[in-house]
């Protein structure tokens, strides 16, 4: 069965609004077994939206429409399903009077414009909408069914699952099958890399269907398992995600909505280790994005944001001379950072990060994106132990700032599950090294 999602609005057209709606449609079909072959965005004008409904119903067998039936003037799905069926508009009194009850429930005389919102084309139905004034439409264009819908997140929801899902379910040709998705999460190696190593896994031609996308630095493998039997699906979706783990091993964090941040929490509050940060760069991302997971405070500690040199003196007690001799964004300061956190926050692991995030304050030495990172680690009967890593990163202060953040979560991951730091594809690591000293 081909399904086709159209989103309509100018905002969505020109960025102003992120469509949220097609994404979750199409992950709430897919649960039901029903694949998405297509999404589009149209504007809001007549023109448009009558072609683009038009061209749509030739090649699918439903179309699933949001947006564009407010009381507006620019509210122009209803006038263009008219158009595209060749039937006119006129007033569903059903659908009326559950306007009139809308406004009159909650004490207010309905405005005269919203009457629009109860026009039908001639012959086809409206769908009943309790959580706001848009109600649905169902029409039929040559044999293709069109579920239009509120662009309200709250109203389009309960629509679809109450009143659109039953209907498309029924109408699968084989009766209900099974698409089950699942993500592989990894960070630390490019999205080609991580490609190579997955080889045959990426055939398009094998079932589970395996893909991957990169956002934020996090690469992810998609997996897609379709079966008659859920129980086959299962299977096959569980089989490959162990074997793209073990190609990916160790870069391979967690599945779906784990993060990097939770992967690293799940290991320090599994063996009772305790965390601090100390950033400069970074300006306290790091200890967000730790802090973002409920629970945190069994594990991390806290940390300190040392913007400036005099920050960096007075909080931590790093040896003026150190940074004089090589620079605030230089390897003995982010030792010296992350040991004396370390010391000082009574922890068994600190993770410090310096460095030149952009888009100014860059030199021939050490230009934007020069980051250096370094985990110190409390060792028993020994002095600590620390590694350092440093990065030539190329995005914007943003992407920068998060990249350094998760680099150094993924080097503390990787030291305590005991693998090769050396692992991390665009840093360069030294340590361990026991040399770094402070003022007592």
């Not at 009194?93 to 559950?98: G, Q």
């Not at 109408?171 to 630390?188: A, C, E, H, V, Y």
């Not at 091993?249 to 992967?263: H, I, V, W, Y």
């Not at 020069?370 to 943003?398: F, N």
């Amino acid at each position: 069965m081909q399904v086709v999602i159209i989103s309509i609005g100018d905002e969505l057209v020109l960025g102003q609004t992120v469509d949220t709606n097609s994404a979750w449609i199409a992950a709430t079909l897919i649960e039901q077994g029903i694949s998405v072959a297509q999404h589009v965005t149209v504007s809001d004008d007549l023109a448009a939206i009558t072609r683009t409904i038009q061209e749509e119903v030739t090649r699918a067998d439903w179309l699933i429409l949001t947006g564009g039936l407010g009381p507006t003037d620019d509210d122009l799905t209803r006038e263009a399903l008219a158009e595209a069926c060749g039937r006119p508009l006129e007033i569903d009194p059903v659908a009326l009077d559950r306007l009139e009850r809308f406004f009159t429930d909650r004490g207010r005389t309905m405005p005269e414009r919203n009457r629009k919102q109860a026009m039908v084309p001639r012959g086809h139905k409206s769908l009943e909408n309790p959580h706001g004034t848009a109600p649905g439409l169902l029409v039929t264009i040559n044999g293709c069914r069109i579920a239009a819908m509120p662009g309200v997140p709250a109203e389009m929801r309960p629509m679809l699952r109450n009143l659109v899902l039953p209907r498309l379910t029924a109408d699968q040709p084989d009766g209900p099958g099974f698409i089950l998705t699942s993500r592989i999460n990894t960070f630390g190696w490019g999205e080609s890399d991580v490609g190579r190593r997955l080889g045959t896994l990426m055939d398009r031609k094998r079932n589970p269907r395996v893909g991957t996308t990169i956002s934020d630095g996090i690469v992810a493998v998609r997996i897609r398992s379709e079966a008659s039997d859920r129980t086959v699906a299962e299977a096959h979706l569980e089989a490959t995600a162990e074997e793209i783990e073990s190609c990916l091993n160790p870069m391979a964090f967690g599945r779906d909505d784990q993060t990097l941040e939770g992967a690293l929490l799940t290991i320090l509050l599994e063996r009772n280790l305790k965390l601090v940060t100390a950033e400069s760069c970074t300006g306290g991302g790091l200890g967000e994005m730790i802090t973002r997971i409920p629970g945190s405070s069994a594990a991390y500690n806290g940390g300190w944001i040392c913007y400036s040199n005099e920050m960096k003196i007075q909080q931590l007690g790093i040896d003026p001379e150190i940074i004089l001799l090589h620079g605030a964004v230089s390897e003995p300061v982010a030792s010296a950072m992350a040991m004396r956190s370390l010391e000082l926050g009574h922890a068994d692991l600190a993770l410090a990060v310096t460095g030149v995030a952009g888009p100014e304050g860059g030199t021939e030495q050490k230009p934007v994106g020069t980051i250096w990172m370094a985990l110190a680690i409390r060792e028993a009967q020994a002095p600590p132990t620390v590694w350092t890593a440093q990065s030539h990163l190329s995005g914007d202060r943003l992407l920068n700032r998060d990249r350094a953040a998760k680099t150094a979560m993924q080097m503390a991951r990787l030291a305590l599950i005991g693998q090769p730091l050396e692992l991390l594809s665009w840093v360069r690591i030294g340590g361990p090294s026991r040399s770094v000293t402070w003022p007592a």
